[in-house]
C-alpha cells in the first residue's frame, strides 16, 4: 500500500520540497486552494492526528513551528494566513499521512475555500 507522501519524502520529488529539517517536508500542494497552499508532513508515517498521543508532542509541535516558519518565508505572515488539519474521512482527510495545510496570499476577493 503506497502512501505518496512517503513517496514524495524519500524519492524526493526534490523540484516541489520548499522546506525540510530532520523531522519533517513541506512542498506545494498538487492542486492549490489558495495562492499559496503548502503542506507541512513528517517524514515519520503516521496517519492521523488521532494516531497522535504525547509521545508525539515534539511532532506536532515542529509542524505548527515549521508552518510559521513556512509563513514567513512564503511573504503570507503579515497578511495572515491559515492553518488546516484535516483528520479522519469524515474531517476531509484524503491522504492518510499526517500533514497540515498553510493557506494564504488571498486578495480581499478571494473565495477563502478551505482544503
Ligand atoms: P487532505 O484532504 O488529506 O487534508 O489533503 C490532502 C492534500 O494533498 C490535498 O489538498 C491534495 O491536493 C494534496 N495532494 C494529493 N496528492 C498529491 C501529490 O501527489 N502531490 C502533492 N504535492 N499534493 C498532493
Ligand atoms: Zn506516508
Do not use: Y
Amino acid at each position: 500500500m503506497g502512501c505518496i507522501f512517503c513517496e514524495i519524502i524519500n524519492r524526493g520529488q526534490k523540484g516541489d520540497i520548499i522546506f525540510e529539517t530532520k523531522e519533517l517536508v513541506a512542498f506545494k500542494d498538487i492542486h492549490p486552494k489558495a495562492p499559496v497552499h503548502i503542506l507541512v508532513v513528517p517524514r515519520q508515517h503516521i496517519v492521523s492526528l488521532v494516531d497522535t498521543d504525547a509521545s508525539r508532542r515534539e511532532i506536532l509541535g515542529n509542524l505548527f513551528s515549521a508552518a510559521a516558519d513556512i509563513a514567513r518565508m512564503q511573504g503570507i505572515a503579515e497578511s495572515g494566513f491559515k492553518v488546516v488539519m484535516n483528520v479522519g474521512r469524515g474531517g476531509g482527510q484524503i491522504i492518510d499521512h499526517l500533514h497540515v495545510h498553510v493557506l494564504g496570499g488571498w486578495k480581499e476577493e478571494d473565495n477563502r475555500e478551505l482544503p
